[in-house]
Every structure is written in structure tokens, then in C-alpha cells.
């Protein structure tokens, strides 16, 4: 099988879903995996007919018949949200999105405890808020790592007796640690944890090998690698690996490592929502994304000139790529310019998983720093492949699949 892995080298927001729906539409693809991330991921796909969906937790692949998704057990599942998710598909004409689900039972929940005590740590840190998507994903990875044995699975749901304590136990924690919070009694969330085990198919994790020899998967990743847990700039980061790790992880579990193409996916622009080092921000930029406004919880979206330096670290972090995928190319102008080097470096070089007094350290020191900018080149795709060393193998230059192209001959298939 020739499964691919795709990875944000950047903050996020690069493409990634409109790449995975590409690569569905390019190629017989059986399952887009989610590897990491929750309910805060918003990959936006738009199809030539105008329709357009942000996926969060089902797979980028979705509009197309036949791609079923699988939530592996390093997504936080958030069954309030996904409910809303295939609610809005249905909509847009995709209503059987929930029969082509799988979800492993081993997931944290992200429930409205985790979100609302979310919500109140962001608020309190005031000016120095780290840009939290206010939605729990890591609040429950954070309890989750604090009360393994009585953090909420998915496989709860199943249970309501086993969910119900373990809900009351987190609503209880995290009320006595932070006061009243803004959820629904635990007696008023079960009936619809019980309705999304009734209707969506909880497995284990044997059930991902199983998918991964029936045919060609997709390993979707959410948010980007410099905003991963333990190689982002901290605190500006998420609770979650956001490099390959995951995805290689599931696969050797399946006794196929190494089976899959990686895939990096950059946009030529260097962008990032919320507060958090940019070292190429430039207020003058005439550029909008009106997919990703100003929100109250990661505030407004930024624009920076393509930074190597930066992603070069990323591909670093992740342990390279065998090619990378060129987004937003139609916003490419005369205004728009690259960065090779800062001013007091030119080489940013990832530490050891785990020491984020380092990292915070290097968060001090790009927050100081200040980008040397060279002109626009004539031909983004080769410069951005001399610079971080890997092929560019697809260039987006719109939002569609229509809108992309293969950049070398034979390295991926044209859509349908």
C-alpha cells in the first residue's frame, strides 16, 4: 500500500486539508487517519461546485464517496462537536459521514468540563495568553496525563454507569482547582454521549491494521510542527505531537513501518493565528484569510513573509520529509519575500523531546529577533526546494482540488 503521512511544517492553517482532499480525489484512497489534535483543527476543503466544509475531526477526505475516516487513539474526541461536524455535511450533501467512521475507544474525551476549564486559564492569563483555541483538546490531554486510570475514553460512552463517575470525578477536580464552572450537569451530557455510542462504530486498536492493509490510507495531522508539543515554541504550543510520530507509531504497530511517503505542506506565505513568535510578520503584507478571522481565544490571523529558517527547523524536528506540497502560490506578488536568515542566525537546531525550559529559551530569543528578507524569486517551488532540501511535490494555486499540480512528473497522480 503507498499510505501517506501529511504534516503542517509551519503553525498551522498551511492546507492540509485541502492537500488530503486533493490526494483523495488523486488516488483509490480506503481511510483518512487523524493522528493528533481534536476538535480545534479546522482544515478547510472547497469543492469546484462552490460547496465548502472546515473538517475538524472527520478526515479531509470526506467529500469524496467512499473515504471513511478513522479517530485513532491520539485524537480527543469531542462527540458534542462532531455531531455539529456531521450535521453541517449533511448539509453540503455528505450525509452518511458517520457510517464511514471509526473511532478508537482507547481516545480521550473532550468534554465541556475540559472546555470550560480551558477557558477560564486562558482568560486568566490576561495579556499573556498563549492563543488556546478555547475548546479543552488540552485540557484533556492535561488530565489525562494527571489520572490516566479516570480520565473519560470513548469506550465510556458505551458505559454510562463508568462515565458517569468519571465525569463527576473531573467536574469535581476541576471545580475545586478553578470554582464554578460554565457546563451542564453530568445527569444532562449522558444522554448524547450514549446517542454517539449508538450510532458510531468504537473499536480497538487492532481494527487500524486491519484497515491498513485493505487499502491506500491517508494520515492526516492537525496544527503544525512548530507549534508541537515538545519542539513548538513554548508556551505558544499545543498539547499534542503534531510531527510524523504518531503516524509512524500506528504503522509499526501494524508491522509497516516505514510504508508511508512523508509529505510536508508549507504555504508561501509564513502564517500563524494567535500570540507566539513570527519572525517574518509584516503588518504590510496585503494579504486576508477570510477562513481564518480573529476569534476571542487565538485572536488575529498573521502574516509573514516565507521563513526557511524556520521551517527548516520543522523538517528538522520531524525527521525530513520526502516532499513537500507548496500552498496559497496564487498569493505569490512582488510584495511578498523570503527570509534564509535572521539577523543573528541563520540555523535553528531542535533540542531533545521534553526540555522546554529550552524551548522556552528559544521562544525568548525569537521574539527578539528580526528577519534579513531577499527578494521574491521567479519560481517559488524550486526556491522553497533549494532552501529546505526536499522536492516540492505539489503546488496548490486555489482552494480546489482542480487548483493543484503535480510538480514532478510521476511523483503523485493527477484527480479523476
Known amino acids: 500500500m503507498n499510505h501517506v503521512m501529511v504534516v503542517d511544517l509551519g503553525y498551522g492553517d498551511a ?7 486533493w490526494l483523495c480525489a488523486s488516488r483509490p484512497v480506503h481511510t483518512v487517519v487523524r493522528f493528533n489534535g481534536g476538535a480545534q483543527a479546522a482544515h478547510n476543503v ?9 473538517f ?50 482507547e481516545a480521550l474525551l473532550a468534554t465541556p468540563y475540559h472546555r470550560a476549564a480551558n477557558r477560564a486559564r486562558e482568560t486568566a492569563r490576561g495579556a499573556d495568553r498563549h492563543g488556546s483555541c478555547g475548546l479543552g483538546v488540552g485540557e484533556a490531554v492535561a488530565y489525562g496525563l494527571a489520572h490516566p486510570d479516570e480520565a473519560p475514553r470513548v469506550v465510556d460512552c458505551a458505559h454510562p454507569a463508568v462515565l458517569r463517575r468519571r465525569l463527576t470525578a473531573l467536574r469535581d477536580r ?39 492493509r ?25 498539547w499534542s505531537t503534531t510531527t510524523f510520530a504518531n503516524a509512524e507509531a500506528l504503522l509499526a504497530e501494524a508491522g509497516l513501518a516505514g510504508s508511508a511517503q512523508r509529505l510536508g505542506v508549507l504555504r508561501v506565505t509564513t502564517t500563524r493565528h494567535g500570540p507566539g513568535p513570527l519572525v517574518t510578520e509584516d503588518p504590510a503584507l496585503p494579504f486576508a ?15 509573514g513573509h516565507f521563513d526557511a529558517v524556520a521551517h527548516r527547523y520543522a523538517l528538522a524536528a520531524a525527521g525530513g520529509v520526502d516532499g513537500l506540497a507548496l500552498t496559497h502560490l496564487d498569493l505569490a506578488g512582488p510584495t511578498l519575500r523570503i527570509c534564509r536568515r535572521y539577523d543573528t ?38 526556491a522553497v526546494a533549494a532552501e529546505l532540501g526536499a522536492p516540492v511535490l505539489l503546488t496548490s494555486h486555489g482552494p480546489t482540488a482542480e487548483d493543484k499540480v503535480p510538480a514532478l512528473a510521476g511523483a503523485v497522480s493527477t484527480p479523476r
Not at 15 to 21: R, S
Not at 73 to 78: I, Q, Y
Not at 292 to 299: A, C, E, F, L, S
Open 345 to 382: 542566525v541563520d540555523r535553528l537546531t531542535p533540542g531533545p523531546a521534553g526540555d522546554l525550559d529550552r524551548q522556552s529559551a528559544l521562544t525568548a530569543r525569537l521574539l527578539r529577533a528580526r528577519p534579513v528578507l531577499d527578494e521574491a524569486p521567479t519560481d517559488w517551488p524550486a
Open 289 to 303: 484569510d477570510p477562513r481564518n478571522p480573529t476569534n476571542p481565544w487565538q485572536g488575529r490571523f498573521r502574516f
Open 174 to 212: 476541576l471545580t475545586a482547582e478553578l470554582g464554578p464552572l460554565d457546563a451542564p450537569p453530568v445527569e444532562d451530557c449522558l444522554p448524547a454521549y450514549a446517542a454517539f455510542a449508538d450510532r458510531v462504530a468504537i473499536v480497538d486498536r487492532a481494527h487500524l491494521a486491519s484497515v491498513l
Open 46 to 54: 472547497v469543492l469546484r461546485d462552490g460547496r465548502h466544509h472546515t
Open 56 to 105: 475538524a475531526q472527520f478526515g479531509s477526505g470526506t467529500f469524496r464517496p467512499g473515504v471513511r475516516t478513522h479517530l485513532s487513539r491520539h485524537v480527543v474526541v469531542d462527540p458534542l462537536a462532531l455531531a455539529a461536524e456531521a450535521d453541517h455535511l449533511t448539509a453540503v450533501g455528505v450525509p452518511d459521514a458517520l457510517d464511514r467512521l471509526t473511532v478508537d475507544g
Open 214 to 238: 485493505s487499502g491506500t490510507c491517508v494520515f492526516e495531522g492537525a496544527q503544525g510542527v512548530l507549534l508541537d508539543e515538545w519542539h513548538g515554541f513554548h508556551p505558544y504550543t499545543t
Open 15 to 21: 492546507g492540509k486539508g485541502t492537500v488530503v482532499d
